[in-house]
Structure formats: C-alpha cells, structure tokens
C-alpha cells in the first residue's frame, strides 16, 4: 500500500513537471498581471519569437529580460542565440512607461530543425518588480 | 683551437694599432675573420673592415688567385647555395639532403659538420613550437570563453565591430541580417475602448459601460502580433489602477495570469461564467467569451468589480 503511494506521488511530480503550462496562474505578483509567449515558423528556417506582457498598472518597465533561443541538433539542445534588453540593438523588448508590452525577435535557423525559446518577462516601477520565464512550444524551423 | 687563439688576438688588436694587422699572415687573417663569423658576441664591425682591408690590400698587390671576381663568386653561390624556390628549402637545411649520395660542393661538404649542432637544436625547436602552439591554444581559449561570457551576458563580441572616422572612434554593433530583429507590432491607439472593438468589427459584448467614478483613461492600446490581437486599457485614480485586457485568440494562444492562494471563485453573468480571484491587493476577473480572453483587474472591491461585469451586458 505505502509502495503505490509512493509510485503514485512520484508520477504526480512527474505530471506536474512535464507539464508546467497546465497550470495557467500559481504565483501572485504586485507587478505582473498576464503574459503570454510563442514561437512561430516563418519558412526556410526563419523564425520568430512573440511575447506579451501586461502590468498591474503603468510601469517604468514592462516587456522581456531576456529570450533564449534553443535549438536541437539531433542529439541535444543547444543556445543559438541570446537576446537581451541591454543590447541596443533588442532594447525595444523592454517598454518604458507603459503597462502593457508586445514585441518580438526574428532568427534565421536551419529548416528542419527544431528550436523553442524562454522568455523572461518582467514588470517594474520605483525600484521594484517581478520576473517570469515561459518556455514556447517547440517548432520547426 | 687556432680560432680561439684567434679571437683573443682580435682582442688584442683592438689595443693596439692596425699595423699590427700587416705584421699577421693572410691565412691567420682568414682565420681571424670565420672566428668573428661564428662568435656568439657582438660582433666590432671595425676589426672586420680593417682585417679585409689589409686582406683586400694584399691582393691587389700579391694576387693570391683565391678570390675570383664578383661573377664567379655569383655563379658559385647561384649553382651550390641558392636554395630552390620550388622547395622552399633553407641552405642550411640537410635533413633529406644527409639521406641520399648527392655529391655537394666542397664548401657545403664542411658544413655538414653543422648537423652535429642540429641534434642538439632539434629539441629546441620543437619545445619553441610547442610553445608557440601552447601560446596560440591560451589564446583561442581566452578569445572563446569571453566570446561565451559576452554572449551570456547578451552581448555579441564579435558583432560588435570598431567605428573609426576621422573624428570618432567608438564601437558599434553589427546588424546582421541573419539575426535581424522584427520591429514589435503596430501600437495603435484609441480613445474609447468599444470605438476600439468596433473599429475591428467586434460585435460581442466585451467592454464595461461602468467604472467607478474617479477612474479616468490613463492609456489605450491596440497590439497586433501573428497569433493575437491584444486590446488594453488602464484607467487610473491616484496610485489606484483599473486593467481591462481584451485579447482576440483566434489563432489559438492563452496567456497565464497571476494569482495568489486565496480562492477562485465563479461570477456567472449572461450564461458566461467570469472566474473571480485576487493577485495580492488586486482583484481579478478572467474569462470567455467566444474567442475573446477578457480580464479586468484592478484596486476594486469585489462588489465594484461584479458592478463592472455586469455593465458589460446591460445594454
């Protein structure tokens, strides 16, 4: 009896693992209010990477950190590419004076592979905020 | 031994006069100069012009029949010394030429007693190599790791390129097309939030047609990305906010919301039930309707925020 239990209580952490998007909402936050991230294919390889924030009111900064890109190469997943804010030419992921924020990055990958991203948003004012990673689904690029 | 006692008397020469130059044998001279050649010190140019001097001196005067004329000297150092330029070869180099019976010029025959040297020069020059190599491998490791902690830190290293003009010098980053940025989408902005939804021909009942009074249109966006279109509007009183979100998924995405622990609880209005819960001091609303999300959260009472809802339908 206590070994099912056990077997159970291990295959609800690994349901509850596998599955992190299943559960929409679980933290609670003075800054954030929503945010949604996805990856899309563009053809040839070319894709790009969407996300939208929305604060709980206007903020100094709302919109993305940080989106890592991955890509599998047969055998393992790999960072092709990091985008952050504090690069000028990805400065536009992070909105000034707003509380809401929706932006994207392009990348041009190899077809037929496949690639997701994480996206860390974030919401702040006054010195104070809050961040999430979403990781997208995978596509092919 | 004869060039050693050589190299002291060269010496001694610098003390005294060049007379004494004269006074020594041509072939001592010869003698005196090969010393100089191959001594490791530095060498006094002086006490090797004044030695060719007297040598050069003596065969004008008594011709010795050993220094042929600056054409032969040529031809000789042409057809036994000059390395080939198809091999790319040193003249020093006897590696393969130790191998085979090639018969060498007398000269270079002598210096095959050189390649005793070359034993010995071997292992240095692979220990320079290896040096050289461990030098090289230090560094790409540098240059590859930065390039690592640069990119990690979201900063492409060897994107960013030097600018240098004739008054400037700074470093710019390279834009490259591969990785090029999609610009966000198109903020467009409204002043009513239904003449928003109308605009894009949404006829479902969405928007509030109450808010507590001493909220007012703080902003208004329209947000159009590939698989949503999202509408928002915040209103605001002082440090109080007022958050209607409106998002088109047709295309099929759904945003997470923050929540705290407190319950969930279910507000149903027109046969659409509205999800009622709080995020720290704001209260929230989410739900469906048709292929709208739709949230309102804000600084509101509960009884405030069902007034809002049910605004929506009473029409």
């Not at chain 1, 903020?59 to 890509?71: F, H, S, Y």
């Not at chain 1, 948003?121 to 104070?128: F, I, K």
């Not at chain 2, 400037?168 to 902005?189: H, L, Q, Y």
Request: net charge negative; with cysteine.
């Amino acid at each position: 009896m206590i070994r099912i239990s056990k077997v159970l209580a291990i295959i609800l952490i690994l349901v509850i693992c596998i599955t992190p998007e299943a559960i929409a909402a679980t933290q609670a936050s003075d800054y954030l209010a929503q945010y949604d991230a996805y990856i899309i294919t563009n053809g040839n390889g070319n894709i790009s990477i969407w996300f939208d924030v929305t604060a709980t009111g206007i903020m100094d900064q709302v919109g993305a950190l940080t989106i890592i890109l991955k890509e599998y190469n047969g055998s393992s997943w790999n960072t092709v590419k990091t985008y952050s804010h504090t690069n000028s030419l990805y400065s536009h992921i992070l909105a000034t004076n707003t509380n809401v924020h929706a932006d994207s990055v392009s990348y041009s990958g190899i077809s037929g592979r496949y690639y997701y991203a994480t996206v860390t948003v974030w919401a702040g004012v006054d010195g104070g905020g809050d961040s999430r990673s979403i990781t997208t689904d995978s596509v092919v690029g | 031994m004869r060039g050693v006692q050589a190299m002291s008397e060269l010496d001694d020469i610098k003390r005294k006069n060049t007379e004494q130059l004269d006074q020594m044998s041509t072939d001592d001279l010869e003698e005196l100069l090969k010393a100089k050649s191959q001594s490791s010190e530095n060498t006094d140019m002086e006490d090797v012009f004044s030695i060719l001097e007297v040598i050069e001196k003596r065969e004008k005067t008594n011709p010795s029949g050993k220094y042929t004329g600056v054409d032969a000297a040529w031809d000789s150092f042409q057809k036994n010394y000059r390395p080939s330029s198809k091999e790319a070869k040193s003249i020093y180099d006897f590696a393969e030429d130790t191998k085979d019976n090639t018969s060498y010029p007398s000269d270079v025959k002598k210096l095959e007693d050189i390649n005793l040297f070359r034993r010995d020069r071997r292992p240095l020059r692979r220990k320079a190599l290896l040096r050289m190599a461990c030098v090289i491998a230090s560094v790409v490791i540098v240059l590859f790791s930065s390039t690592i902690v640069a990119r990690a830190f979201g900063f492409d290293l060897w994107g960013a390129v030097a600018k240098w003009t004739s008054d400037t010098f700074g470093f710019e980053s390279k834009d490259t097309t591969d990785e090029g940025t999609v610009t966000g989408p198109p903020v467009i902005k409204y002043v009513d939030l239904a003449e928003a939804l109308y605009d894009y021909n949404i006829a479902a009942e969405l928007v509030p047609s109450w808010i507590p009074n001493a909220f007012s249109l703080a902003d208004l966006k329209i947000l159009e990305t590939p698989k949503k279109i999202v509408f928002d509007a915040v209103y605001n009183n002082d440090n109080k906010s007022i958050t209607i979100h409106i998002t088109d998924i047709s295309e099929g995405t759904n945003g997470s919301y923050e929540k705290d622990e407190q319950y969930t609880t279910i507000y149903e209005k027109n046969d659409i039930i509205h999800y009622i819960m709080t995020n720290n001091e704001q209260i929230v609303a989410i739900w469906m309707n048709e292929n709208y999300e739709c949230m309102i959260s804000g600084n509101l009472s509960e009884h405030e925020l069902k007034k809002m809802i049910d605004s929506i339908y009473e029409r």
